[in-house]
């Protein structure tokens, strides 16, 4: 099992910056891509970005750009630079841990609210 706990979430205005961060603990030595994924209200969960262990970056099509992705395997932390946010960003950063078995595990979430 590994946990996952979530912060920096926040309320910020338009063009304005957050930093999100999410800790592993538990079985991290099975974890291989962490990352986040966001649901807004009465949409599909979709993804923000992930990284691998050696650190190869994906990102969604709607934040490249704006947001980075980085992660400290020493500290079994990955984190979320979010850059010029704009209201569409709003909605619950969800941290994603695969491990090598392929099963996803989720925080609880944080939100984030970018008011125009």
């Known amino acids: 099992q590994v946990q996952l706990v979530e912060s920096g979430g926040g309320l910020v205005q338009a063009g304005g910056s957050l930093r999100l961060s999410c800790t592993a603990s538990?079985?991290?030595?099975?974890?291989?891509?962490m990352g986040w994924y966001r649901q807004a209200p009465g949409k599909q969960r979709e993804l923000v970005a992930t990284?691998?262990?050696?650190?190869?970056?994906n990102y969604g099509d709607s934040v490249k750009g704006r947001f980075t992705v980085s992660r400290d395997n020493a500290k079994n932390t990955v984190y979320l630079q979010m850059n010029s946010l704009k209201p569409e960003d709003t909605g619950a950063y969800y941290c994603?841990?695969?491990?090598?078995?392929?099963?996803?595990?989720w925080g609880q979430g944080t939100q984030v609210t970018v008011s125009s």
């Open positions: 538990g079985n991290i030595f099975s974890i291989t891509t």
């Open positions: 990284i691998t262990r050696g650190g190869r970056t």
């Open positions: 994603n841990a695969q491990g090598i078995t392929g099963i996803p595990y």
